[in-house]
Nanobody, 119 residues
Framework: QVQLVESGGGLVQPGGSLRLSCAAS????????MGWYRQPPGKQRELVAT???????NYADSVKGRFTISRDTAKNTVYLQMNSLKPEDTAVYYC?????????????WGQGTQVTVSS
């Protein structure tokens, strides 16, 4: 059974930090590079961070130096540590295997977790 459960979102002031978690089913986690995506209000979903099975990571320019993705293989869990948050980071955050944009509609997504950065 496919499972993606995101948590850890909330309301935070600019400059603050949050740590998101994503519990994934082993069928997804064990064979795929994983990513964190976000969808700001009224905008398209975008990929912001990826982590390969090897542990190598990549980041969108908008979050580079502020966000850190990691994974715990024993727990089938992916994390996103977000520091120095900005109002433009406000979005619903999702995790999933790394997907091309054209494949977004083909795959199951979890409910996401809302991150709101506001004073």
């Amino acid at each position: 059974q496919v499972q993606l459960v995101e948590s850890g979102g909330g309301l935070v002031q600019p400059g603050g930090s949050l740590r998101l978690s994503c519990a994934a089913s082993r069928s997804i986690f064990s064979i795929n590079a994983m990513g964190w995506y976000r969808q700001p209000p009224g905008k398209q979903r975008e990929l912001v961070a990826t982590i390969a099975r090897s542990g190598s990571t990549n980041y969108a320019d908008s979050v580079k130096g502020r966000f850190t993705i990691s994974r715990d293989t024993a727990k089938n869990t992916v994390y996103l540590q977000m520091n120095s948050l900005k109002p433009e980071d406000t979005a619903v955050y999702y995790c999933n295997r790394v997907l091309a944009y054209s494949d977004y509609a083909r795959y199951y997504w979890g409910q996401g977790t809302q991150v709101t950065v506001s004073s």
